[in-house]
């Protein structure tokens, strides 16, 4: 069946450093990606997606690739900042079959940022 | 602000209560989801409903029911509910749930505590 693994967190960083994720994945058909944030208190947010090999997904300076050969999809940010700390989900979602649209999600990286 | 709008934020309830939450979209989407989501844990489908009939039931124990009245509203009614049933639940709506592509639209949840 279909999986994502994330890198384990939590990462914490300081104000101005880079940022990666990793997330990688497997999957049966043809997936698209996804990166959603979870900000505390409230529900997950779409941050980026990605339908393709090699789409790059981009929002709010976060960036992600689809890599079809190392079934990818990290996601980066050159420079983060405090109100960037909050939880990342990684995610798929296959076609076909009987999918029914489910996303399947990574573990999730908690990601806080000190100023 | 987010487009999909549940409510209560917040709801305690004993084990032989009966509660309704309801979640609602004016996006036009189709396909709608309840998800349960354990703290530092992902989301996990419960429910999805296409075209206001439910489509797909991950095993949901039947003291969790749900009604989708129309296309745009979503209700989960719940009786009889055990302490693990504590934690957040989170609608989601999205255009259809093929393409895979379409991304899922959150909303910020209902934290339900069983007391």
């Known amino acids: 069946g279909d999986s994502v693994t994330q890198m384990e967190g939590p990462v914490t960083l300081s104000e101005e450093a880079f940022l990666t994720i990793n997330c990688t994945y497997t999957?049966?058909?043809?997936?698209?990606l996804f990166w959603y944030v979870q900000y505390p208190g409230e529900g997950l947010q779409l941050l980026l997606k990605?339908?393709?090999?090699?789409d790059k997904g981009s929002n709010k300076g976060f960036e992600a690739t689809y890599r079809k050969e190392t079934t990818s999809f990290h996601l980066e940010k050159g420079s983060v900042q405090v109100s960037d700390s909050a939880v990342y989900f990684c995610?798929?979602?296959?076609?076909?079959?009987?999918?029914?649209?489910?996303?399947?999600f990574g573990q999730g990286t908690i990601l806080t940022v000190h100023p | 602000d987010t487009e999909v709008t549940q409510t209560p934020k917040h709801l305690v309830m004993g084990m032989t209560n009966k509660k309704s939450l309801k979640c609602e979209q004016h996006?036009?989407?189709?396909?709608m989801y309840w998800y349960k989501q354990k703290a530092k844990k992902p989301p996990e489908l419960m429910f999805v409903?296409?075209?206001?009939?439910?489509?797909i039931n991950e095993s949901v124990p039947s003291r969790f029911s749900p009604e989708c009245p129309n296309s745009s509203l979503l209700n989960l009614h719940l009786h009889a509910l055990q302490p693990e049933d504590s934690a957040l639940y989170l609608c989601?709506?999205?255009?259809?749930?093929?393409?895979?592509?379409?991304?899922?639209?959150f909303g910020d949840g209902t934290r339900l505590s069983i007391l």
């Open positions: 989601a709506s999205s255009p259809m749930w093929e393409p895979s592509n379409q991304p899922q639209h």
């Open positions: 409903y296409s075209y206001e009939k439910l489509s």
């Open positions: 999957a049966t058909g043809y997936p698209s």
């Open positions: 990605a339908t393709k090999a090699d």
């Open positions: 995610a798929l979602s296959d076609s076909g079959g009987t999918s029914y649209g489910k996303l399947t």
């Open positions: 996006m036009g989407h189709r396909a």
